[in-house]
């Protein structure tokens, strides 16, 4: 399928914020390999955050193979900070470990969902690797949502601490689903259902899980989204991220290991 | 604690001093895990898993021991459940060598059977499947 400059840049505004979601939580939730709180623990979280990396290569791929984008490399070493589209809740340092499970599992769900939405996409390379990914992020969503009912009803401390991790990320979460200026464009095109169709459907699936852990979400009226990511405006915590990221291909760009 | 690795220093870890050792029951169970590569296939002891409950167990399994190979199933059993046998009575498993007339290798009995199939008109499938198997690749 051939499309014109303005339709691709649309595609590439899509590709783009999903990659550097997947790049810039994998880096986070690399953090933890070698002091996870147990072994195997410390095994899984750092495979999913393998898991991430492998996927935003997938996405730069398309990018670089189907839109004419630079290599994934460079993509993902070698862009500005304003480059970047990932969402706030990403960029944040991994805290106390309820911190980053929670973030994990907020944000498994809506990757799920996404990937589901786009098995069906008309743009065929994303479609195919839509539907790749759909083990590795059904994982993801079961070691999560384990954890969330696991800790959240334990004991005192834990809920507390799982609930207090549910209050600083919910809204960043939300951030996930700021529109795009081309909502409108990629629904007609039938690339992707949009973010406000992935949102109701993200809600409708974290609700009962939560409600089993015994979390509670604040009221929708205090709701309070973290917009700004998809439009390159990012926290304080993504360019030191970038800058320790690139480290190695800023010295030696053809580097091997 | 001081260490090269920036991860760790910004987690600021306390000093080593301030752990405190597992009290016993704070520990979690132990888990065998059994690997099963296709289905049908038996399930085979690869290792254990420590974890409080049965799901976060197989949820550890996964990542240890399935991920690296073809996997279409796998079994935790906590490690208790399993009934061994005594060290002490290793003993029981020694066979005196003579006695090769116990074991399968030492009886030869496929030529009777085969002359028993001709006798009676049976037809050895595997034997035709071989057969078969040998026209095919010569042509």
Known sequence: MSYTGQQKNTIKDLLFKMADDQLILGHRNSEWTGIGPFIEEDIAFSSIAQDKIGQSLALYNILHEQLGEADPDTLGFARSEKEFKCCHLVEYPIGEYEFSLMRNFLFAHADYLRFE?????????????????????????MHSDNWIKKLGTANDESHSRM?????????????????????????????FAGEESLK???????????????????????????????????????????????EVFRIDAKAEW | ??????????????????????????????????????????????????????????MFAKESFGRRRQTANLWVVKSRDVVPTDYDDQDIFETTPEKTYREASDYYCMDRIRKYQQEHGIVDRKELRRKEKEKASKK
């Open chain 1, 117 to 141: 939405m786009l098995a069906d996409s008309s743009f065929e390379p994303l479609a195919k690797v839509a539907k790749k990914f759909r083990g590795e992020i059904k994982y993801h969503v």
């Open chain 1, 163 to 191: 609930q207090s991790a549910l209050n600083e990320t919910f809204n960043l979460a939300l951030g996930i689903f700021e529109p795009s200026e081309f909502e409108n464009e990629l629904i007609e095109m039938k690339i």
């Open chain 1, 200 to 246: 109701s459907k993200w809600l409708e699936t974290i609700k009962p899980i939560l409600e089993e852990a015994s979390l509670k979400l604040s009221d929708e009226k205090d709701w309070k989204p973290s917009f700004g990511g998809r439009k390159g405006s990012h926290t304080e915590y993504l360019q030191p991220l970038l800058n320790e990221m690139g």
């Open chain 2, 1 to 58: 604690m001081n260490s090269f690795d920036p991860r760790i220093n910004r987690v600021k870890l306390p000093a080593l001093e301030e752990f405190k050792p597992l009290e016993p029951l704070q520990e979690w169970e132990t888990y065998e895990v059994f690997h099963q590569k296709k289905r049908g296939d038996q399930h085979i002891h690869v290792g254990i898993v420590h974890a409080p409950d049965n799901d976060t167990a197989l």
